[in-house]
């Protein structure tokens, strides 16, 4: 059974409380082991998602999925060279897809699995909101039947105080046309990555996202 080893939430909690080139050079080997350990569990992620999302096949590989850890702080106040955790996309691209798809976050406080689009470019987020605007009942029986029993959360949080231009504020699904990004998000604790049976219980959510995905993939696809 796949999981993620404890030892590399040890790691990631020793990076955030040292968080320098000096310490990371020091524990590159620790670095290493995390890194082989979160890549050997998306191997796995990707091979089961193969096996019911045709857009996701065993080809991919889990580098091509996996962000540097190497943080970009050219244009940020923080300044610690990097991340606290492992961050993967999972598409047919890798972790460059423009479109919907899968995402990890591992990380020392915080961890969660995603599933959608974030942040559309401009001719796709206009097609999302099109297919809103004709089908949106179907959105709404999708999110009903997903978003049942509280574990998964549609992200709310990224969205216009207007709605946008061509779209009435008595549209019955103005809230969800007012989205600039449309993603479904789980938390994960520790204790439920690091159990025997994590990869089953993300993949099961990852099931029932597949629907929402499955929506904006046939928006752009018609666009």
């Known amino acids: 059974m796949s999981h993620i080893q404890k030892s590399t939430f040890d790691f990631l909690t020793e990076l955030k409380a040292n968080n320098s080139r000096e310490w990371f050079a020091d524990n590159r080997a620790k670095y290493e082991a995390a890194l082989a350990d979160v890549r050997s569990f998306l191997t796995d992620l990707i091979a089961a998602l193969s096996e019911f999302d045709p857009k996701i096949n065993t080809s991919i590989q889990a580098s091509k999925c996996l962000f540097?850890?190497?943080?970009?702080?050219?244009?940020?106040n923080d300044k610690t060279p990097y991340k606290s955790w492992f961050g993967a996309g999972i598409s047919v691209d890798g972790r460059k897809l423009q479109g919907p798809e899968y995402y990890i976050?591992?990380?020392?406080?915080n961890s969660f699995?995603?599933?959608g689009y974030w942040r559309p470019e401009k001719q796709h987020l206009e097609a999302i909101r099109q297919e809103i605007d004709y089908t949106g009942n179907k959105l709404d029986e999708i999110l009903k039947t997903v978003l049942t029993g509280g574990n998964i959360a549609l992200f709310k949080e990224d969205?216009?105080?207007?709605?946008?231009?061509?779209?009435s504020e008595d549209n019955p699904f103005i809230d969800f046309i007012k989205l600039k990004s449309f993603?479904?998000?789980?938390?994960?604790?520790i204790k439920e990555l690091s159990a025997k049976n994590a990869l089953d219980n993300i993949v099961a959510s990852y099931k029932s996202m597949l629907p929402f995905k499955e929506f904006l993939q046939e928006?752009?696809?018609t666009e």
Do not use: M, N, Q, W
Request: net charge positive.
């Open 68 to 76: 540097r850890i190497y943080r970009d702080t050219r244009f940020s």
């Open 105 to 109: 976050h591992i990380g020392a406080e």
């Open 113 to 115: 699995i995603a599933c």
């Open 159 to 167: 969205l216009l105080k207007r709605a946008p231009a061509g779209y």
């Open 183 to 189: 993603v479904l998000d789980r938390s994960l604790t």
């Open 219 to 221: 928006a752009i696809d």
